[in-house]
């Protein structure tokens, strides 16, 4: 049959996946459970170059960063909003010994690219400790709250968007398609997060998700619009809000509910970078879907090839999920091969 998909879930992956295939004509409904605090709901959006305790450059972080910029600069002219700002972002060092490590990194060539040649300049009278610090280049921030409600909206005046809860069950695939519901469909995607890993026909990828916390916090900064990051990072936004975050919780029950000692070090974190009296607005908590030891993964079930998985998009959903979906609906439609190392069919088992 002719392309058609069904997109099961609408978060980062769900959004850029129909967006893909509405820029290139092909019929697709996108169903969601409209669940309150999901992942990509509570996600603060950020998009960073330089990360993590080893000061590295992001994997592959030009070439996704380059289809991020165009692909949100395109959805936001279709839509006559902007969800996308580039921003600064200022890194500050905690400590000699993370002082000594970029000593001996900040020359590395692959950093050239995403460092600003001036060193941050800050408030010391609402930042503590403002010296020993860079800026990168090439950061920004995705308003996702905005990104994916007027997406949604959009999908809903296609009447390609439905909501509910897709039971694997009732999707059924032969060889030619996927029913659901009496329709007809090419394929379905899966691109549900971290609740994948019950899914029968997906259990045996090795998930190992996280639980995240983030904070809305009223403070003022001073002006100060770019994000900065020192135990924790702290998103300034347009309505004067702040976002500070986040934590990670490798076990959990309640997927929406911190344990308190998390919780209570983020806070911690804040005082130590901001001087500024805050209060906590907000808490915000939800599941990053990690796939252990994988970046993300993609394609079809060996057994099924109409059913197909886009998942494991871990802390880097805002970056990825464009260069992601594109790969994945042209290996669909058109046979393109699966880049190896995020091929669900090599690297799942
Ligand atoms: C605290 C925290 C902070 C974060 N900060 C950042 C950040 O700064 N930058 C960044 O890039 N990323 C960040 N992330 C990570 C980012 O949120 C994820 O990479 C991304 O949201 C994953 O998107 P997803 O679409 O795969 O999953 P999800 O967002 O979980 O979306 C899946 C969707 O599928 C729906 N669904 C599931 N099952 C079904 C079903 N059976 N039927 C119908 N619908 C279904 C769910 O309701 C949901 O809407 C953060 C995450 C957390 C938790």
Redesign the pocket.
């Known amino acids: 049959m002719p392309p058609r998909i069904l997109i099961?879930?609408?978060?980062?992956?769900?959004?850029a996946l129909a967006w893909c295939l509405w820029e290139r004509g092909v019929p697709f409904v996108i169903?969601?459970?409209?669940?309150a605090l999901?992942?990509?709901?509570?996600?603060?959006?950020?998009?960073t170059p330089i990360t993590g305790m080893r000061l590295t450059v992001s994997w592959r972080y030009a070439l996704f960063y380059r289809e991020a910029l165009s692909f949100y600069r395109r959805c936001g002219r279709k839509l006559q909003q902007r969800f996308f700002f580039p921003r600064g972002y200022v890194r500050l060092l905690k400590n000699e010994a993370e002082i000594a490590k970029w000593n001996k990194r900040r020359a590395d060539p692959d950093l050239q690219p995403f460092l600003h040649p001036q060193p941050p300049t800050l408030n010391a009278e609402v930042i503590h400790e403002p010296a020993n610090g860079f800026q990168q280049r090439h950061a920004a921030w995705?308003d996702?709250t905005r990104y994916l409600q007027a997406s949604r909206e959009f999908f809903v005046s296609l009447g390609a968007w439905m909501q509910?809860?897709?039971?694997p069950a009732d999707v059924r695939d032969d060889a030619t398609g996927v029913e659901w519901q009496g329709q007809r469909f090419s394929h379905v995607i899966w691109?549900?997060?971290?609740?994948a890993e019950k899914h029968p026909l997906f259990s045996w990828v090795p998930f190992q998700s996280a639980?995240?916390?983030?904070l809305t916090v009223e403070a003022d900064l001073q002006g100060e619009q770019r994000i900065l990051n020192r135990g924790c990072w702290l998103l300034p936004r347009p309505d004067g809000t702040l976002r500070v975050?986040?934590?990670y919780e490798w076990k959990f029950d309640d997927p929406n509910t911190p344990a308190s000692a998390p919780l209570q070090q983020l806070e911690a974190n804040l005082h130590s970078l901001s001087k500024a009296p805050a209060t906590v607005t907000d808490v915000?908590?939800?599941?990053?879907?990690i796939i252990k030891n994988q970046q993300a993964l993609m394609g079809t079930h060996p057994a099924h090839p109409r059913v197909a998985f886009?998942?494991g998009?871990?802390?880097?959903?805002?970056?990825r999920?464009p260069w992601l979906a594109r790969h994945l609906i042209e290996h669909l439609l058109e046979g393109a091969a699966l880049d190896p190392e995020l091929d669900l069919q090599r690297n799942g088992i």
């Open positions: 099961i879930g609408q978060g980062l992956a769900g959004t169903v969601d459970r409209q669940e999901t992942c990509s709901k509570v996600a603060a959006g950020l998009i995705l996702t509910g809860d897709v039971q691109a549900q997060g971290w609740t639980r995240g916390t983030i975050g986040s934590t915000q908590t939800a599941v990053r879907p886009l998942n998009l871990g802390s880097k959903g805002s970056l999920s």
